[in-house]
């Protein structure tokens, strides 16, 4: 079968791998979709660390072709959402609820074979079935989703409240969606790209604002005269974070989503913080919320014809790779059993 092998730090290539076999708690499926992820592009670049020789892609959906032995929940010809994300059951942090802090934490498309493959193995603990009527592939979105909604849960949104939305790529355009279900009123959205603003305003953005302007205070000012009630950093970047700290209102609470590079440091005034009694909390992967991801895509709650912009084969990965760094990509898929590329 065709899949995308990590090679080390900068090499990534399509190769030839034999088709896997379940063993003993697993399943085998037939790969429908797989997002490319931010996290990707950081593991292909050497920013964040994979196993060399794996398959990636960990943002999959697809179908049960084979079963391992002891399967009695799953059965052959199901779709299934994975979580990529496995963890080990028995270490202090998963003792205590906190299982995304895994001590010993494995994840399919990272340190063991993923998605971006035409068959993949995945163990029982990490299936979500998808319900008859909802295509397959929009189950690639599932995972995606479900670590907006960890962060949104991280952020304690209340309905009725402001948000300011810092960052406009695939993961702000989920969570914009995710915020509006979650009755924010006021959402705007702050990013650099005239295009990404466009589509953040269609998408349902109360306002969009330019970063770069010299004014951009102000502006924030004008729609929050106390200052934003939530913000929600998804850029990864430094001065997001100090506009954050500067424009909060009292009281505030920032969740700082993006996945910044390991070595970033920012400087901040922690006297705001002190003197604004301040809540800036991160959020790491998918704890307990992939259900609840499958459900909100099952009942077509998020408008995945818009968030999926390209779909690619796999042999053409290296281009996927390169059009998610453009402004008018917003999820892309791969899928593994198609031959010619139809993105738009
Ligand atoms: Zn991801
Ligand atoms: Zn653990």
Redesign the pocket.
């Known amino acids: 079968m065709k899949a995308v092998v990590f090679q080390g730090p900068g090499q990534v290539a399509v190769q030839d791998r034999p088709k896997p076999q379940p063993q003993p708690g697993e399943v085998l499926i037939h790969v429908a979709a797989c997002g490319i992820c931010g996290t990707d592009a950081h593991i292909v670049e050497g920013s964040y660390e994979a196993t060399p020789g794996v398959i990636l892609g960990h943002e999959f959906a697809g179908t049960i072709v084979a079963l391992g032995e002891g399967i009695e929940d799953f059965a052959v010809g199901d779709a299934v959402a994975v979580d990529p994300n496995i963890?080990?059951?028995?270490?202090s942090?998963?003792q205590r609820g906190e299982?995304q802090l895994?001590?010993?934490?494995k994840a399919l498309g990272v340190t063991r074979d993923g998605g971006f493959a035409e068959w993949c193995t995945v163990p029982q603990t990490q299936l979500y079935r998808l319900p008859h009527e909802m295509p397959t592939w929009q189950g690639a979105l599932a995972e995606p989703v479900a670590c907006c909604l960890h962060g949104l849960d991280r952020l304690g949104l209340k309905q009725g409240e402001t948000v300011l939305l810092l960052g406009g790529g695939a993961i702000g355009m989920l969570m914009l969606q995710l915020l509006q279900h979650a009755g924010a009123t006021q959402i705007i959205v702050s990013e650099p790209n005239a295009t990404r603003r466009e589509r953040a305003l269609r998408l349902g953005a109360t306002a969009v604002l330019d970063p770069t302007a010299p004014d951009w205070e102000s502006q924030v000012a004008r729609w929050f005269p106390e200052g934003p009630d939530r913000i929600v950093e998804t850029a990864g970047a430094g001065p997001t974070l100090q506009q954050a700290i500067q424009v909060a209102r009292r009281g505030a609470t920032i969740l700082y989503f993006g996945v910044a590079r390991p070595e970033l440091e920012v400087p901040i005034r922690p006297y705001a913080i002190y003197q604004k009694e301040l809540t800036l909390t991160g959020s790491f992967v998918n704890p307990y919320t992939h259900g609840r991801a499958v459900s909100l895509l099952a009942a077509s709650k998020l408008d995945c014809d818009t968030l999926v912009t390209h779909r690619f084969p796999i042999k053409a990965f290296a281009t996927a790779l390169a059009t998610q760094k453009e402004a008018e990509a917003i999820k892309i898929l791969i899928l593994p059993h198609t031959i010619e590329e139809n993105s738009p």
């Open positions: 963890t080990c059951g028995t270490c942090f998963c299982k895994c001590q010993h934490l």
